[in-house]
T-cell receptor, first 118, second 117 residues
Framework: DAGVIQSPRHEVTEMGQEVTLRCKPI?????LFWYRQTMMRGLELLIY????????DSGMPEDRFSAKMPNASFSTLKIQPSEPRDSAVYFC????????????????FGPGTRLTVL | AQKITQTQPGMFVQEKEAVTLDCTYD???????LFWYKQPSSGEMIFLIY??????QNATEGRYSLNFQKARKSANLVISASQLGDSAMYFC??????????????FGKGITLSVRP
């Protein structure tokens, strides 16, 4: 079974440009999470979805960031306009349904997208 | 206050020896779960072990075990018989509330472990 798939793996862009990161969760997982990892702030949860509905977006840094999940197999994280301080590794993760199918509800992470904004 | 605290500086261990990575947590919720993840230099996040707040026994998973001290709010990861491939960053994380109600994880800053041959 394929794991969480993220694209692109690396993205280099110039300040002011729009950036779109993509994620395909593991089939059957109904939770999807977007994280950002930097040296300064560590691993931060940006937003998470349950059954394609955003549940908690309190970690989204500002209006320049937006996330969507149009269906169970696809999500996007968009930054518009991008700034150098957005440079980070962005992870997508997914987990099983929360009732009865997983004791742990551990999150399975994708390989991440390394974003560099010049 | 930080929910998850990992304060050790970079850790070093000799190959084949055991090592303990510290994690303390802060929550007022009686139901919670604690997780450890490994992040090697390649960058992926790998789930290692889980401990539930109501679990009577310490979790074990192969060479990984979790020293869970509820009263002290600590959940230290013990790696036995270290291998060179264990060199990585290790993250402790917590889910507050029962698993059916909340899936959000809060991560600590991580600890770097280097295994010496």
């Amino acid at each position: 079974d394929a794991g969480v798939i993220q694209s692109p793996r690396h993205e280099v862009t110039e300040m002011g440009q729009e950036v779109t990161l993509r994620c395909k969760p593991i089939s059957g997982h109904d939770y999807l999470f977007w994280y950002r990892q930097t040296m300064m702030r560590g691993l931060e949860l940006l937003i998470y979805f349950n059954n394609n509905v955003p549940i908690d977006d309190s970690g989204m840094p500002e209006d320049r960031f937006s996330a969507k999940m149009p269906n169970a197999s696809f999500s996007t994280l968009k930054i518009q306009p991008s700034e150098p301080r957005d440079s980070a590794v962005y992870f997508c993760a997914s987990s099983l349904p929360s009732r009865g199918q997983s004791i742990y509800n551990e999150q399975f992470f994708g390989p991440g997208t390394r974003l560099t904004v010049l | 206050a930080q929910k998850i605290t990992q304060t050790q500086p970079g850790m070093f261990v000799q190959e084949k020896e055991a090592v303990t990575l510290d994690c303390t947590y802060d929550t007022s919720d009686p139901s919670y779960g604690l997780f450890w993840y490994k992040q090697p230099s390649s960058g992926e996040m790998i789930f290692l072990i889980y401990q539930g707040s109501y679990d009577q026994q310490n979790a074990t998973e192969g060479r990984y075990s979790l020293n869970f001290q509820k009263a002290r709010k600590s959940a230290n990861l013990v790696i036995s018989a270290s291998q060179l491939g264990d060199s990585a960053m290790y993250f402790c994380a917590m889910r507050e509330g029962p698993s059916g109600a909340n899936s959000k994880l809060t991560f600590g800053k991580g600890i770097t472990l280097s295994v010496r041959p």
